[in-house]
């Protein structure tokens, strides 16, 4: 995951460009111009590169056990590049499964936690045992819930606090493992970052559920703040966060329907890109086991396999967007937009072919969880005027499929029906 801090810094690189530039242009724009803003786009490359999943690759008991028939197939039919899982040292049998997704481009990042080994060091033998298949490493998960855990005689927040410098001084000091990124512990609820208080660590790792809510609900005033408690001055990575469809279940936070997750989990993943968390991880992958209960149901895929609506647009959307990989310097899109643009969120993103992707969408519930239904949001007619000369423009639904449900020639302007799901606008420049 080292490759992570460049568009890091490229990024911050990006927005001192861009504050400097708005303002030199307010100081040059006289009274009586109109002024034509200009957005400098994003790598798409480095938005697909944005995205992991879940994954729990030892769970026999599970879903998980179906590796060669549904699990790995799946995964590289959705196109991602990164997973997020946890294994014994003697675990062979699920380690070898790492090594054989890394081989058609799955990387993963392993949890380090007590619970799995007694020293800290271990962690260094399992990188060792597997080194093509690990990016990253994480220290222990979520203990701020579980008081009867303790590692060499010392509860939360002592003894995370003591496993994460053995495990950062452990890999940083063993010259085969030195290149890993090792990312901080995590806490289960926002609040509880401060008993745990500063780290060691290159990335600070958070698992900022919604709840329920839409995708932003406590990211910018919980759990961003919280993490950077725990990892200050760093770039950050949301290693677990997303929805649960058991509707019905009363304990822990609301389920929402397989529909309003279709629409929350892409959005999800623009929404984070936009604040600059260098990956989200959806959990999970598939709905473990066939309950009710909410532990059950996190998953894209449904228990046999089948995609659910989330799985299909973040597969169409990593299609649709798919790029090469090099370094690249995305140009800039001059275009203004105009209309019923309240709650309309958006990310601009270029291919190395020129070709921009404007994608809109409104940033407004989808399910109302208190009476447990979908809610029907309305569209939103957004007008995008183009100061850029356009060749042709095309406009998808990811939510439904990779096909084009309109195109122009030569367009100066366009009417858009932004809904609560994200309408991808491709842009051809002339």
């Not at 026999?60 to 060669?68: E, K």
């Not at 690990?134 to 220290?139: D, I, M, N, Q």
């Not at 290159?202 to 759990?223: C, E, F, K, R, V």
């Not at 090469?324 to 601009?348: D, I, K, Q, R, W």
Request: proline residues 7%; glycine residues 6%; contains cysteine.
């Amino acid at each position: 995951m080292k490759s992570l801090l460049s568009p890091w810094i490229q990024r911050r690189q990006y927005l001192l460009v861009l504050l400097v530039s708005t303002v030199f242009a307010c100081i040059t724009v006289l009274p009586g111009q109109s002024q034509n803003p200009s957005e400098t786009a994003h790598a798409a490359s480095s938005f697909i590169d944005s995205l992991g999943v879940v994954v729990h690759l030892n769970r026999s008991n599970s879903a998980y056990r179906n590796y060669d028939s549904i699990i790995k197939p799946r995964l590289q039919e959705l196109g991602v590049r990164h997973i997020r899982d946890g294994v014994r040292l003697d675990d062979r049998e699920t380690q070898q499964k790492f090594v054989d997704l890394a081989t058609v481009g799955i990387k993963s990042t392993l949890v380090m936690d007590p619970r799995d080994q007694q020293d800290a060091s271990v962690a260094v033998d399992i990188v060792k045992a597997i080194p093509t298949a690990v990016e990253a490493v994480e220290g222990p998960n979520e203990w701020d819930v579980w008081p009867d855990l303790s590692y060499k005689g010392q509860p939360f927040p002592q003894g995370v606090r003591l496993f994460q410098s053995e495990l950062f001084n452990a890999v940083k000091q063993d010259p085969a493992t030195a290149r890993l990124d090792v990312l901080s512990p995590t806490v289960a609820l926002w609040h509880n970052a401060t008993s745990l208080g500063e780290v060691v660590c290159d990335y600070g790792a958070m698992h900022s559920y919604p709840g329920g809510q839409p995708p932003t609900a406590g990211l910018d005033w919980h759990w961003i703040p919280s993490t950077r408690q725990i990892c200050p001055d760093k770039p950050l990575i949301a290693t677990e966060t997303g929805w649960h469809n058991a509707v019905a279940a009363e304990s822990g936070q609301p389920g929402i329907s397989e529909a309003a997750a279709g629409k929350y989990v892409p959005r999800l993943w623009l929404e984070y890109f936009n604040r600059d968390i260098q990956r989200v991880y959806i959990n999970e992958f598939i709905d473990k086991w066939q309950t009710a209960d909410k532990e059950g149901n996190f998953g894209i895929l449904r228990q046999n396999g089948t995609p659910k609506p989330a799985f299909t647009a973040l597969k169409n959307l990593i299609a649709l967007l798919r790029d090469g990989e090099g370094a690249f310097s995305p140009g800039a899109l001059s275009y203004t937009m105009v209309g019923a643009t309240t709650n309309v969120h958006h990310t601009l993103l270029q291919k190395r072919d020129g070709r921009f992707y404007l994608i809109l969408w409104q940033e407004v519930p989808s399910f109302d969880v208190s009476n447990k239904r979908d809610i029907s949001v309305p569209t939103q007619a957004v007008t995008v005027r183009l100061t850029t000369a356009i060749r042709s423009a095309s406009l998808y639904q990811p939510l439904r499929s990779t096909d084009a449900t309109a195109r122009y020639n030569n367009p100066r302007s366009l009417v858009l029906n932004v809904a609560d799901e994200p309408l991808v606008v491709e842009l051809a420049p002339a």
